[in-house]
């Protein structure tokens, strides 16, 4: 029988949905820490369980953090510490409004993924992200009301280490091999912040395809 907890759970700048169900949907067959390489049968377990998650939660992942980065881009143009208070509450507001629905229905494993790809995203943990805009009193106060359910906001993404399945299923994601579940924006600082991230993701590619033909020139 699968296990839950009515608990807190936190995300993004401290989201909080009271007595959500924190389910634990682990599958019998994984076990999290093994090492990829050394069975190719535990990697195929690994990456499809790895697939079948993250194509769950990666479009609302990114978009999350596409939410927090347009904030942070903001809040730097920012100097009147008033204002800053002001536009974090609304962004607040927003934030709950565009994820409210998911974060109510969070299970431990796509909880995980979702942080992993916060930290890809963002550079920061989910824990650095509450204790930055929540303070300090509630980024420990969470993080100790997760750790009693085995879990942590102070998730890394470790392509190098840990993550190297995740990282895999990442990359196929990006290039069109996996395509995720949809999940449009439904509030306006979503879509712009879905646009924004779209024009930057473009301009990335741009830029990788030019320096690939400059080196291509190099060689011949």
Do not use: C
Not at 61 to 78: G, I, Q, R, Y
Not at 174 to 184: D, F, H, L, T
Not at 209 to 216: F, G, N, T, V, W
Request: aromatic share 10%.
């Amino acid at each position: 029988m699968k296990k839950k907890w009515g608990i807190y759970i936190v995300f993004l700048l401290g989201i909080q949905v009271a007595s959500a169900q924190f389910q634990d949907d682990s599958l019998s067959y994984f076990l999290d820490g093994v090492d990829v390489v050394a069975d190719d049968s535990a990697y195929q377990r690994k990456y499809s369980r790895t697939k079948y998650f993250v194509k769950e939660i990666y479009v609302y992942s990114v978009l999350a953090a596409a939410m927090f980065n347009e904030v942070e881009d903001t809040l730097k143009l920012m100097t009147s510490e008033k204002k800053k208070k002001k536009y974090i509450k609304k962004a607040y507001k927003d934030l709950k409004k565009e994820f409210g629905y998911e974060i109510s229905q969070m299970t431990i494993t796509r909880g995980h993924f979702l942080m992993k790809i916060l930290h890809k995203e963002t550079g920061m943990t989910a824990y650095e992200i509450v204790e930055k805009y929540r303070g300090k009193v509630k980024a420990k106060s969470w993080e100790t009301i997760l750790k009693l359910n085995n879990t942590t906001l102070k998730k890394y993404y470790s392509p190098e280490i840990e993550d190297v399945v995740l990282d895999r299923v990442l990359s196929e994601i990006e290039s069109g091999k996996i395509i995720p579940k949809a999940r449009p924006p439904v509030t306006e600082r979503g879509r712009k912040a879905a646009r924004k991230r779209k024009k930057e993701k473009r301009k990335k590619l741009r830029a990788k395809k030019k320096l690939i033909r400059k080196q291509k020139r190099k060689k011949s």
